[in-house]
Antibody, heavy 120, light 107 residues
Framework: QITLKESGPTQVKPTQTLTLTCTFS??????????VGWIRQPPGMALEWLAL???????PYSPSLRSRLTITKDTSRNQVVLTMTNMDPVDTATYYC????????????WGQGILVTVSS | DIQMTQSPSTLSASVGDRVTITCRAS??????LAWYQQKPGKAPKLLIY???SLESGVPSRFSGSGSGTEFTLTISSLQPDDLATYYC?????????FGQGTKLEIK
């Protein structure tokens, strides 16, 4: 059974760096083609893909946010970490951790999400 | 980036109705399209992948079709539990992109 869970701060101040951790179980990030990624959703708005990381350490990013994002993995701890620098109130959103198998079912498993509010 | 455009943005239908949602891609994405259902306050749930493959456990009243740039999600007989917002998403090329969503209301 695949599960993912997001953790991190629920409130950050403008200009601060956000660090979110996805802790997963039920699969290994060393398996060929398996990836873990992040998607966000501002309140009342649509979904936006941010970044992915695969077992071979391939890391595609959203071009519009590439300069602010870093995604890393710790396969021994079954964790993926996303950092986003220079946070702004427009970054207020629910951030989801997701699982996918490349070339198959896209984002087939989702975490529950974590609402991050950016406010001074 | 590949732009995904859904129509309509809002849809109101009655229980038992056949409902169709359309998704258009700004360039060909072959079959690499997924549909998600998001209920209020919940994470999205995968319904359809590769344009027409039904995810395990999803009721058979949901179906998907299309290829290239035109895709549809059909609910054959609308049920009260289908109240949700539906999103399409392309996974042919990075950056993966979503449609703006279709909010389905039950009359």
């Amino acid at each position: 059974q695949i599960t993912l869970k997001e953790s991190g701060p629920t409130q950050v101040k403008p200009t601060q760096t956000l660090t979110l951790t996805c802790t997963f179980s039920g699969f290994s990030l060393t398996t060929h083609g398996v990836g873990v990624g992040w998607i966000r959703q501002p309140p009342g708005m649509a979904l936006e893909w941010l970044a992915l990381i695969y077992g071979d350490d391939d890391k595609p990013y959203s071009p519009s946010l590439r300069s602010r994002l870093t995604i890393t993995k710790d396969t021994s701890r079954n964790q993926v970490v996303l950092t986003m620098t220079n946070m702004d109130p427009v970054d207020t959103a629910t951030y989801y951790c997701v699982h996918l198998m490349y070339g198959d079912r896209s984002f087939d498993y989702w975490g529950q999400g974590i609402l991050v509010t950016v406010s001074s | 980036d590949i732009q995904m455009t859904q129509s309509p943005s809002t849809l109101s239908a009655s229980v038992g109705d056949r409902v169709t949602i359309t998704c258009r891609a700004s360039q060909s994405i072959s079959k690499w399209l997924a549909w998600y259902q998001q209920k209020p306050g919940k994470a999205p749930k995968l319904l359809i992948y590769k344009a027409s493959s039904l995810e395990s456990g999803v009721p058979s009243r949901f179906s998907g079709s299309g290829s290239g740039t035109e895709f549809t999600l059909t609910i054959s007989s609308l049920q009260p539990d289908d109240l949700a917002t539906y999103y399409c998403q392309q996974y042919d090329k990075y950056p993966y992109t979503f449609g703006q969503g279709t909010k389905l209301e039950i009359k």
